[in-house]
């Protein structure tokens, strides 16, 4: 009986965050530029969700959408994630050749390299190395210990964001949304991803987790945010591996250039590493919408990933 009171206040207060997040959305406009970044430890935010505190948050969503805060939110990954992710891509570039595959029912999952003529098929201007992974093909260890690492910090980010934990998480792409994991290397010597911001379709809160450090895996560039049409603030210095940045994905975000005066390889392991967690529309849905670019970079009647 407790087991099922527990349930039913939970999904209670799923419901009333996400009406609390439609009020808000309804009164006020989206956020673009950011105000505050603040630091927030994961365990906080997993324990105010463990423990229903409706008050804290509702406060944190407050934040995020009127007061144009974000987060970074601290040692979000246990401490063997990195050493997976690598490991995980090493064995793809091994194995795999470098493909694409839209988002149908059956997708495998997949890597390639986006330079800048790859780029401009996509909806935003990225010079990253990527692998895409989807539940339905997570089969090995290292596959399974990265879906574990991700999901450990994804669903408290869901049930902020309105949503149920585990909401998406078996979907099909014939279902309409799917969770895609990306393990993604921005490159030293061009590694980038320009100003642009991201659906809230499916996930008002946007979320990923740092897996490098700035001033030891390289040392220029590195994650901002927009503060007005000509400001930028960088907040790697700020970042540790292992955390993420959480906020409402209408603010105007990138990756500035990695190490710009490298020489860019696709072989070694050198520059930034990520993990991003996102719900995509998958291609059975028309019109899907995606992310934006804000830099005039793609030309979207051309856009086909």
Not at 172 to 198: A, F, K, M, T
């Amino acid at each position: 009986k407790n087991s099922r009171k527990y349930s039913q206040i939970k999904m209670f207060l799923e419901k009333k965050l996400d009406s609390y997040w439609k009020l808000l959305e309804s009164k006020y406009n989206a956020p673009k530029y950011v105000g505050k970044v603040k630091d927030l430890k994961f365990s906080q935010l997993k324990k105010a969700v463990d423990s229903k505190n409706e008050k804290f948050l509702k406060n944190l969503i407050k934040k995020m959408y009127v007061n144009r805060q974000a987060f970074i939110l601290k040692n979000c990954a246990k401490k063997n994630l990195k050493k997976i992710m690598i490991d995980l891509a090493h064995h793809y570039k091994k194995n795999r050749k470098p493909k694409f595959y839209k988002m149908y029912d059956g997708v495998p999952n997949f890597h390639r390299a986006i330079d800048k003529k790859i780029t401009k098929k996509y909806s935003l201007y990225a010079i990253k190395h990527s692998f895409y992974f989807y539940n339905w093909n997570i089969k090995t260890k290292l596959e399974k210990a990265l879906k574990d690492g991700a999901y450990w910090h994804w669903r408290y980010i869901k049930f902020l964001a309105g949503n149920k934990k585990k909401k998406y998480e078996f979907n099909i792409p014939s279902d309409g949304q799917i969770d895609r994991l990306q393990i993604v290397r921005y490159p030293s010597g061009g590694g980038q991803l320009r100003d642009h911001v991201d659906s809230r379709k499916n996930q008002r809160v946007v979320s990923g987790i740092v897996m490098s450090k700035k001033g030891v895996d390289y040392k220029e560039g590195g994650f901002y945010f927009n503060k007005s049409k000509t400001k930028k603030i960088n907040l790697e210095n700020r970042i540790d591996e292992g955390d993420a940045v959480i906020f409402y994905g209408s603010l105007v975000h990138g990756v500035e250039t990695i190490d710009p005066g490298k020489k860019l390889s696709w072989k070694n392991d050198n520059g930034r590493w990520f993990l991003g967690m996102f719900v995509n529309d998958s291609d059975h849905v028309k019109n899907r919408i995606t992310s934006e670019d804000l830099t005039g970079s793609i030309k979207r009647k051309f856009n086909k990933h």
